[in-house]
């Protein structure tokens, strides 16, 4: 196998002003919380598990890191936007401007890319670097990134093992590096010095390929040199007021080794989260926040992509999340602008609920009850119906994440995250609280939350449907409380126990929910002749047998989940 070069790889190796306004909010104790950074260090990144000591920056390779948000443009907008007010004015000079070739390697497999972490060898003139980069692991901006000086677009992996976790360097010694996919572009960079931090904007214009596969690349690249992180989302909503682009932290690397697949992006439930017992909630609201957000931005590329219905799916996850969060918060007082986000998430969740709905219906209600009724005629009829409504659907949801407005709320949204924007909203009285154990917190709002639900199953055999659905509403409100909180707790085997049974009673509580979407659904499908009328009525007559059978196991969901013991209840 050769690289580009000829080189054989070696075998061993009101709304807007009111957002905008958050990024111009700073604490005063903020000030000196953000440390600086320095290019070839170690930024807010812990050593990659299993991985050995790096060595000595003077021998090999140096560790480092970075602070990156992207913004996707079109190709004709990228003049207008680095001519844009807040790089004018703001930068140091012209910039510079080269033309960067990149390889990108991994095993036959996809060892690295199963792993979370990428291997390039950039040209740019003369020189020749490897870098070995982590995805985002908790927090949506900061990545790993590793560099080494080599020889040519050849790469060496002894370079790049003492960044490997140890269980896969073995396959990297005995299984030869291949290169995946290139990319080639023209950059044109300028450093823009705001008082508040340093960043390198990057102008990207170049295309990836793959085979005979091929990609194009029009981005902005925002890294953060030294200063507050905050830095980059006050640039990317200034450049937003001059035309349209989108957040991203999709790497070029993520869609490289899509396109050599020839798949769609990936769409990925929402991480653990990690919250020591002893942590206070005003850091317990920053990793939280960090958390649903890192989730949104890993949704948004699958969802806009539109192949794969997960990705509409876990982004309507992502924004309930987000939106339990915000109100969580609103436990500790009156937080003002609070609302104006969570409306803004509530407002693109709404625009994603039908073409969500459409997706359960046309992939797994109908075809299921088809093969079921194989003797009724019509289910290929009302699939098409179905098909027309999902395409609507899927371009009302599109023209949503392409409105400017879902930009600023996602920038805007960053910036309050990472200046801890709630902390401007307190009240000076409630201040205090932000300084106690999150524990105790957690166990007021767990506690509060489990009796409302407790109180909405009462006599639960004899609900209503309508009060069936406000108890799921409050069961949901609870798991992703239980999600956030219960990793305070230390019964492990108590809280495991607590979070599978109301994960089981979400799941039956959903499933009897969905009965009820479906039925809305077929009321507005309309029908375009006799059979796909039979049809219609076949999935409704279906639905409605199985809703009473679906009773005893809805009533044995809320036994178990009523019956298990609250992990919070010896906790203080």
Known sequence: ????????????????????????????????????????????QAPLQDA?????????ARPAGEIELKLLVDADRMAPLSAAPVIAANARNKGTRKRLKSVYYDTPERALRRAGLSLRVR????????????????????????????????????????FIPEKLREQLETQPLEAV??????????????????????????????????????????????????????????????GAVKPSIRSKSARGFDLAADKAPSACRPGK?????????????????????????QSLPAAEDGRNPEGVHQLRVSLRRLRSALDLMRS???????????????????????????????????????????????????????????????????DALDDRRCAVFLISLGGWIETRGWRNDVAPEDLGGLAEPAVNFAQRVLSEQYAKVLKRGRRFKS???????????????????????????????????????????????????DMAVTASLLDGLGA??????????????????????AQQTLQDSWRDFTAARVPWSSEG
């Not at 050995?52 to 090999?60: C, K, L």
């Not at 003139?125 to 080599?150: C, H, I, M, N, Y």
């Open 1 to 44: 196998m050769s690289v580009p070069d000829g080189n054989p790889v070696p075998k061993d190796g009101k709304r807007t002003q009111v957002i905008a306004g958050f990024l111009r909010q700073r604490d005063a104790s903020e000030s000196g919380a953000e440390p600086a950074i320095v290019e070839g260090a170690v930024i807010d």
């Open 273 to 297: 989260l990690r919250l020591d017992p002893s942590v206070t909630l005003d850091e317990a609201f920053a990793t939280i926040l960090r958390s649903c957000f890192l989730h949104l931005l």
């Open 123 to 162: 040209q740019s003139g003369t020189r020749f670097v490897q870098t070995v980069k982590t995805d985002a692991a908790d927090d949506p901006l900061r990545r790993g990134e590793w560099e080494a000086s080599v020889a040519s677009l050849a790469p060496d992996p002894a370079l790049a093992m003492p």
């Open 463 to 513: 609900l209503t449907v309508d009060e069936v659905h406000r108890v799921r509403l409050a069961a949901k409100r609870l798991r992703y409380l239980g999600e956030f909180l219960l990793p305070l707790f230390d019964d492990r085997k108590s809280v495991r126990k607590f979070a599978r049974r109301l994960a089981g009673l979400q799941e039956e509580l959903g499933a009897f929910n």
């Open 528 to 549: 375009e002749d006799r059979d796909s009328t039979i049809a219609a009525a076949a999935i409704a007559g279906w639905q409605a047998r199985a809703s009473i059978g």
């Open 332 to 398: 500790v007082g009156a937080l003002s602008n609070l609302d104006a986000l969570r409306s803004e998430a509530k407002w693109l969740a709404q625009d994603l609920s039908a073409a969500r709905d459409w997706d359960v219906f046309r992939l797994d209600t109908l075809p299921a009850i088809a093969r079921a009724c194989p003797s009724v005629a019509g289910f290929d009829a009302l699939g098409r119906v179905a098909a027309q409504r999902q395409s609507e659907a899927y371009r009302k949801a599109h």
């Open 181 to 242: 996919f290139t990319a080639d572009v023209h950059r044109h960079t300028r450093i823009v010095e705001l008082p508040s931090g340093t960043v390198e904007v990057a102008f990207d214009r170049g295309e990836l390929t793959a085979g005979d596969r091929s990609l194009p690349v029009s981005e902005i690249e925002l890294e953060l040199k030294c200063g507050s992180a905050s830095t980059i989302y006050e640039i990317a909503l200034r450049l937003a007021e001059h």
């Open 52 to 60: 050995a000591p790096a060595p000595e920056p003077s021998t090999t």
